[in-house]
């Protein structure tokens, strides 16, 4: 019973550049969240989407972050033009529903590193 | 403004000295409190689910309680392996987005 899957678990991007990351929810779990963590930080919420739709984005930068959970495949968090500012650990969760509260399961991250 | 306030920051402990370890929140409304374990370099590890005040729930050596404004983290008898660093979060109500309120967290060192 596989957990949260993330990748990749560490990325290097120059200043300007895309960076892509990838998270794959637990097996039937529709609803994806993503966090981040900032050095010395505690977790802040970004997004939640489920497939094909963002929920609540209240979390997310105005400006280069966007988020997508297509039909099929992963849940994407795209940075473009990156920033030092972006180093950070960028965790991905999973819950199964929203309705009643359910606890959601974190995957292992992706550390941003920005040069 | 939501607000979780943990403390302490950081807890040094003898093996087999018991503490607790404090959550306190100002939300609106609680849909549910959430305890997790933190290693260095992974992910949260879920540990508990709290909804309404007076609930109590346990694993192994960790008991978490909830009152209106507060949550503990209970540890008894702990083992060097209960180094870690405890999250606490909250998921408010009303509302459906899901979103968890993290606190800065409680970083946990038990010497042997």
């Known amino acids: 019973n596989a957990g949260v899957m993330q990748n990749p678990r560490h990325l290097v991007r120059r200043r300007g550049q895309e960076a892509r990351l990838r998270c794959s929810p637990m097996?039937?779990?529709?609803?994806v969240y993503w966090y981040r963590q900032l050095p010395e930080e505690g977790l802040k919420f970004m997004v939640y989407?489920?497939?094909?739709?963002?929920?609540?984005e209240s979390g997310m930068p105005k400006e280069r972050f966007s988020a997508e959970f297509p039909k099929e495949g992963p849940s994407i968090l795209r940075i473009q033009q990156v920033v030092r500012g972006d180093s950070a650990a960028y965790f991905c969760?999973?819950?199964?529903?929203?309705?009643?509260?359910?606890?959601?399961?974190f995957g292992p991250g992706t550390r941003l590193t920005v040069t | 403004e939501d607000q979780v306030t943990q403390s302490p920051e950081a807890l040094r402990l003898q093996e087999g000295e018991s503490s607790s370890l404090n959550c306190s929140y100002t939300?609106?409304?609680?849909?549910?409190l959430f305890w997790y374990r933190q290693d260095p370099g992974k992910g949260p590890e879920f540990l508990f689910t709290?909804?309404?005040a007076g609930e109590e729930k346990e694993k192994e050596r960790l008991k978490a309680t909830l009152t209106k404004k507060e949550s503990f983290l209970h540890i008894t008898a702990p083992k060097p392996e209960d180094s870690a660093t405890y999250l606490c979060?909250?998921?408010?109500?009303?509302?459906?987005?899901?979103?968890?309120?993290f606190g800065q967290g409680t970083t946990l060192q038990v010497k042997p």
């Open positions: 989407l489920q497939k094909e739709n963002i929920i609540d």
């Open positions: 939300v609106s409304g609680l849909r549910g």
């Open positions: 979060a909250v998921q408010e109500s009303p509302g459906n987005t899901g979103k968890l309120i």
């Open positions: 969760a999973s819950s199964p529903k929203v309705v009643t509260t359910y606890e959601q399961y």
């Open positions: 097996k039937g779990h529709s609803h």
């Open positions: 709290l909804y309404s």
